[in-house]
């Protein structure tokens, strides 16, 4: 039972365009959605955020879009640079349920 | 500021051997504890999580086991390991449960 969805396991974009990452979810309860990037052999870190009260958040070249009735998250990236190429994850929680994430996205940039 | 210690970086056990993996936080007091389990080419798996000393809540069974003896450290155990047990384990840390998570650096175990 996957609660949370990246259907696209990889994706390759050239420098200087946008990048565009997807996440679908099946629990309307969820509330909370965030976006880790990780590159290998490290640990996941924290890119950007989005309570269910927003249907946008931006942080400088990062932008997450929310749309609640279709239960869709996703993350673009504007300009898209070689430094982040890394598995990109989705997590979601809310009603004090631990986080689950996706099972991750391969972003590749292209010089 | 709040971090993270996770140990070690790498490991190679043979099946059958026992484990033992800790993570220690400072920084912050009571914090919720998790351990995950990125296996090759899937995503992140959560293990376990505690949300104080004593108290473990495990998501997939399995032979793992999980201790936190005491506030800020989580111990992730194996009496005895498999061949599928091989992967990157990873700690994190929260302030609250739906909240979000810092991790460690992780660990990678290979089972041979």
């Known amino acids: 039972d996957q609660q949370v969805k990246q259907n696209s396991p990889s994706l390759s974009v050239q420098e200087g365009r946008i990048s565009i990452l997807n996440c679908d979810y099946t629990?309307?309860?969820?509330?909370?959605f965030l976006w880790y990037k990780k590159y290998p052999a490290e640990g996941p870190t924290f890119l950007i955020s989005i309570s269910s009260i927003k249907d946008k958040n931006e942080d400088g070249r990062f932008t997450v879009f929310l749309n609640k009735s279709a239960k869709h998250l996703s993350l673009h990236i504007v300009p898209s640079q070689p430094g982040d190429s890394a598995v990109y994850f989705c997590g979601v929680t809310g009603s004090a349920r631990q986080l689950t994430f996706g099972s991750g996205t391969q972003l590749t940039v292209l010089p | 500021s709040q971090t993270i210690h996770q140990w070690p970086a790498t490991l190679v056990q043979p099946v059958g051997s026992p484990l033992s993996l800790e993570c220690t936080v400072e920084g912050t007091s009571n914090p919720n504890l998790y351990w995950y389990r990125q296996a090759a080419g899937r995503g992140l798996q959560l293990l376990f999580y505690s949300v104080g000393i004593g108290q473990i809540s495990s998501e997939v069974p399995q032979n793992l086991s999980a201790s936190r003896p005491q506030d800020r450290q989580f111990i992730l155990s194996s009496k005895k390991l498999l061949l599928s047990d091989s992967g990157f384990y990873l700690c994190?840390?929260?302030?609250?449960?739906?909240?979000?998570?810092?991790f460690g650096s992780g660990t990678q175990l290979s089972v041979l």
């Open positions: 629990n309307s309860m969820f509330d909370y």
């Open positions: 994190a840390w929260s302030v609250g449960l739906n909240e979000k998570l810092f």
